[in-house]
């Protein structure tokens, strides 16, 4: 089961920062997720929460988003770092007020740029987002987001787009489901799960990746 740090090592260091990513490798992560936006000026931003201080982060340039974060990092900044050294799923953010035009082609170009598309993942909750990754690159990664409020139709969203994944709720990560997604071809990451005792259930459901904020731990349960 793959242990992938949840915006890093984000319970041990502030998220979504080169710490915490510097920290997830440390504790022996196989892959780190994070969240992109495009802020005003052009650059990627790597934050969680579609506004800040009640400003929408797109809204943002780097300086003013860095005035509330001093530590938030570009997307470039936490390749050059950690792009050889650790695979990515790198989250789309799609805000309610509509998807970043041009976030994908940046993101890819970044990706394509350093040699690691085959280990990058992109995953989105908006699938008009995937749709456009599969259609500037044949070969991306995708995975499909799946919200607890609005499952749907998990697989067929997943088979639209070409995903090879879908990313479950812990809510939604039922034995059934996770049979069914197998069975239909796709592999099943699950978040975001901190809890031994849920991440040891969910092994026995045979998923692929869990998501969890504290990479060190899940290492140390999966080692037991």
Do not use: C
């Not at 598309?117 to 690159?137: C, G, K, P, W, Y």
């Not at 609005?150 to 939604?172: T, Y």
């Amino acid at each position: 089961m793959q242990n992938i740090a949840h915006r890093g090592a984000s319970v041990d260091e502030l998220e979504n920062t080169l710490e915490a990513f510097a920290l997830a490798v440390e504790q022996g992560a196989d892959m780190i997720e994070t969240d992109l936006h495009l802020l005003r000026d052009g650059v990627v931003a790597l934050y969680h929460d579609d506004e800040i201080a009640g400003v929408p982060v797109g809204e943002l340039t780097l300086s003013e988003l860095r005035g509330h974060l001093p530590r938030a990092p570009t997307l470039q900044e936490a390749l050059d770092r950690f792009g050889a050294r650790i695979p990515w799923n790198l989250e789309i953010k799609s805000p309610t007020s509509g998807d970043y035009a041009g976030l994908e082609r940046i993101a890819l170009d970044e990706v394509r740029r350093r040699g690691i598309l085959e280990q990058t993942l992109f995953s989105s909750f908006s699938d008009s987002v995937l749709a456009r990754l599969r259609a500037l690159e044949r070969r991306s990664r995708l995975g499909t987001l799946v919200s607890v409020y609005q499952p749907g139709e998990i697989l067929e969203r997943a088979r639209h787009v070409g995903s090879e994944a879908v990313h479950l709720h812990l809510l939604l990560a039922s034995e059934e489901r996770v049979q069914e997604a197998h069975a239909a071809g796709f592999r099943v990451n699950v978040y975001t799960v901190d809890d031994p005792a849920a991440q040891r259930r969910l092994s026995g459901f045979g998923v692929d990746g869990v998501f969890t904020n504290l990479p060190g731990r899940l290492r140390a349960n999966l080692s037991a």
